[in-house]
């Protein structure tokens, strides 16, 4: 049996990297963090080297805090951000600085991309809702329109997982999982897409192998890292998808939502689904075969940290919650529209801004502080509402992220869905998530979903309350609010 498993968890501003042991406890944790440049309007850019250097960083510090050895790890499991390019040589090294997944210079090749092949046969192919500029495929056509030199000395395209895996491994391995929003892949036949490669004047070859999550990507081989050789390693899928088996939400009816700086949700089928309206994206989920559907929004939690930055007088997250349980349901009539970055699901407006509706001179900083928290849950609805009318039958939602430690945040979601939010016991679910992954790949677990039985356990449920009523009203006066308003962004 595997003594200890590593989740790596790549996000867009940092690594970590969790040691676990047998029973998914979380012995030590790791987080080594990075700046991303911006060098010109639209261009988000990073060395890829950062990304090696943080994870070896964070793998190390988790070891130190459990204070294990290195031989303690039998396997390991990467997950994270999809989407930002990595183009490497035939050395391996990169060739140019990544282009992060928040990149948008690549507006004309998108554009392309949609004349060339047509928004509905991209939808059925990718299962994303529309041809960004931020996806990889398009960011490929840009260094063949714009870098032609790196676009010729180009042996792979990774992403930042894939990137990580090969350092580790010396193989160019993938995810599946990973891979829809590459724009490149075909989530009806599991492989990617000749035409499109053909389109880009790229080969197979070029891109890495593709594995099922929990197969085995390869053993380390000897490298810089304080991984041992032969420590097995698989790749996991995108980092939702991750959280989503790191929360346990293997049984029919449980959905995960994260609710950090943004909020998205996780909701599994087990046989391809398209939303025909086009306001939630398809992707792979943990276990080979199925599918899920990816409703998220931009802001979220960010809300709650712009407001105590800049208007709540240095007071913090647990004084705000204590100031807004003082305010009734519904503020008192103070409606606000979570959308300062954009809507992006159900209602996909990226003009759209958001709103403070009803505002009295009655209303002090408590009641800004609880209307913001039932922003949150109001959109959570919002999108869980359009999940249940595609047949997902939720009956419980696993929280992940900040809103998590919040006991008022998830009695507000728990009062305005009807439905009751759980918590686990482990806070670090995407990086448990990859852990359960790769103790799949070494053979102790014959499923993901096996592994989370064995590792996931939960540390509290919070039902609707006497407030559930109440927030139905102020529910539809944010619905009337959002739907009279969006369209005019």
Not at 8 to 35: N, Q, R
Not at 56 to 61: P, T, V
Not at 154 to 179: N, P, S
Not at 433 to 458: C, K, N
């Amino acid at each position: 049996m595997c003594s200890c498993s590593l989740g790596i968890d790549l996000g867009t501003t940092g690594i970590k990297a969790v040691l676990f042991d047998a029973d998914g406890t979380a012995l030590g944790v790791g987080l080594t963090e990075y700046t991303l440049e911006t060098p010109r309007p639209d261009f988000v850019e990073l060395d890829a080297e950062h990304y090696w250097e943080a994870a070896k960083s964070a793998i190390a510090e988790a070891l130190s805090k459990a204070d294990r050895p290195p031989q303690a790890i039998s396997a390991v499991g990467v997950t994270g951000q999809a989407e930002t390019l990595i183009v490497v040589g035939a050395d391996g090294r990169p060739l140019r600085k990544a282009i992060v997944w928040l990149d948008n210079r690549a507006n004309e090749e998108a554009a392309a991309f949609r004349e060339r092949f047509g928004d509905e046969a991209l939808f059925r192919m990718s299962g994303q809702t529309e041809m960004l500029p931020c996806w990889p495929a398009a960011k490929i056509l840009w260094l063949r329109n714009h870098d032609p030199e790196v676009f010729a000395k180009a042996a792979h395209f990774l992403m930042v997982e894939d990137f990580i895996i090969a350092r580790l491994c010396g193989k160019y391995v993938t995810c599946r999982g990973l891979m829809p929003s590459s724009l490149y892949f075909d989530i009806r036949t599991g492989e990617y897409d000749r035409a499109i490669l053909d389109f880009l004047d790229i080969t197979e070859d070029q891109l890495p192998e593709l594995k099922e999550p929990g197969e085995p990507a390869g053993i380390c081989i000897a490298n810089d890292s304080p991984l041992l050789p032969g420590t097995v390693v698989t790749c996991g899928p995108i980092d939702h998808v991750c959280g989503n088996l790191g929360t346990g939400c293997t049984e029919e009816g449980v959905i995960s939502e994260t609710t950090g700086c943004s909020l998205a949700l996780c909701a599994s089928f087990p046989k391809p689904i398209y939303d025909e309206d086009r306001r939630i994206s398809t992707y792979l989920g943990f276990a080979k075969g199925s599918y899920v559907l990816l409703p998220w929004a931009p802001t979220a939690g960010m809300l709650l940290k712009h407001f105590r930055d800049e208007f709540a007088g240095g007071r913090n997250y647990d004084e705000l919650t204590q100031d807004a349980s003082l305010v009734p349901p519904g503020s008192d009539g103070l409606v606000l529209l979570p959308h300062c970055a954009g809507a992006v699901s159900p209602v996909c407006n990226p003009n759209a801004r958001g709103v403070a509706y009803g505002v009295t001179l009655a209303h002090k900083r408590a009641h800004w502080a609880r209307a913001i928290l039932e922003s949150v849950a109001y959109l959570l609805r919002d999108n869980i509402e359009v999940l249940r009318a595609m047949g997902s039958p939720i009956a419980e939602v696993r929280a992940l992220g900040g809103a998590a430690k919040s006991p008022l945040w998830l009695q507000i979601m728990a009062d305005v869905l009807h439905t009751p939010m759980t918590v686990t016991a482990c806070e670090e679910a995407t990086a448990l998530g990859a852990a359960i992954l790769a103790r799949v790949a070494y053979g102790d677990f014959q499923t993901p979903a096996e592994g989370a039985r064995a590792m996931v356990r939960t540390r509290s449920t919070i039902v609707p309350g006497e407030n559930a009523d109440a927030y139905d009203a102020a529910y539809q006066r944010y619905c009337n609010l959002n739907n009279l308003l969006l369209p005019t962004f």
